[in-house]
Nanobody, 125 residues
Framework: VQLQASGGGLVLPGGSLRLSCAAS????????MGWFRQVPGKEREFVAA????????IYSDSAKGRFTISRDNAKKTVYLQMNSLKPEDTAVYYC???????????????????WGQGTQVTVSS
């Protein structure tokens, strides 16, 4: 599975961005795609994830109410709509995928086998 992320950029506080991540290769019922972010010097942080089979979706506390993850199964693409962005959302955002994800591990970075290249999101005035 290969992942191609896009959509990052510079946005004013309170603004919105939509990230996209397209996957290539075979997928399974347990295929899951997620978004993580990382700031230099800090640990990678889970943002949101969605599983193809069953449609399970989870969010971090910081993402709930502001971010929405969605997917297009036919295009094997996941989106992260980010609204009401704050300066503390500034980070490199990575998409990740796995074909054998169990529900309890959807928020765990080490459970994902495949990672995209990362896209920078900067929230600043």
């Amino acid at each position: 599975v290969q992942l191609q992320a896009s959509g990052g950029g510079l946005v004013l506080p309170g603004g919105s961005l939509r990230l996209s991540c397209a996957a290539s290769g075979e997928t399974s019922y347990r295929f899951t795609m997620g978004w993580f972010r990382q700031v230099p010097g800090k640990e990678r942080e889970f943002v949101a994830a969605t599983r193809w089979g069953g449609g399970n979706t989870i969010y971090s506390d910081s993402a709930k109410g502001r971010f929405t993850i969605s997917r297009d199964n036919a295009k094997k693409t996941v989106y992260l709509q980010m609204n009401s962005l704050k300066p503390e959302d500034t980070a490199v955002y990575y998409c990740a995928a796995d074909n054998r994800m169990i529900l309890s591990s959807m928020g765990t970075g080490s459970a994902y086998d495949y990672w995209g290249q990362g896209t920078q999101v900067t929230v600043s005035s």
